[in-house]
Nanobody, 128 residues
Framework: QRQLVESGGGLVQTGESLRLTCAVT????????IGWFRQAPGKEREGVAC????????NTVNSVKGRFDISKDSAKNTIFLQMNSLKPEDTGVYYC?????????????????????WGQGTQVTVSS
């Protein structure tokens, strides 16, 4: 069964940290890029971070640069999003998506349409 399952969300205060996990089954991470996207109420889903199939390329959106870091453990088929210095504007449902079109050292974060399958999401709420 192919699926992506996010976990690790929660309610934190400004300045605190969370680590999100995306557990992937039925796919080979060495052949696929993974992206983390988030969606706040009333807003479109936006890219946050991504990691390429070979893990040599990562990208983060400007609003989280220096605070968020994406990594993966291919042996465990798991992707992590470490989020530090959280702000209220980071609040939203965080989704991981998998891009099955193969590109070794690239991943896009400009559009969720470039990813093919998604998890159910995990809620992150940052209070001020």
């Amino acid at each position: 069964q192919r699926q992506l399952v996010e976990s690790g969300g929660g309610l934190v205060q400004t300045g605190e940290s969370l680590r999100l996990t995306c557990a992937v089954t039925g796919y080979t991470l060495a052949e696929s890029a993974i992206g983390w996207f988030r969606q706040a109420p009333g807003k479109e889903r936006e890219g946050v971070a991504c990691i390429s199939a070979d893990a040599l390329y990562t990208n983060t959106v400007n609003s989280v640069k220096g605070r968020f870091d994406i990594s993966k453990d291919s042996a465990k088929n798991t992707i992590f999003l470490q989020m530090n210095s959280l702000k209220p504007e980071d609040t939203g449902v965080y989704y991981c998506g998998i891009r099955t079109v193969y590109s070794a050292t690239y991943c896009p974060i400009n559009s969720p349409d470039l990813y093919d399958y998604w998890g159910q999401g995990t809620q992150v709420t940052v209070s001020s």
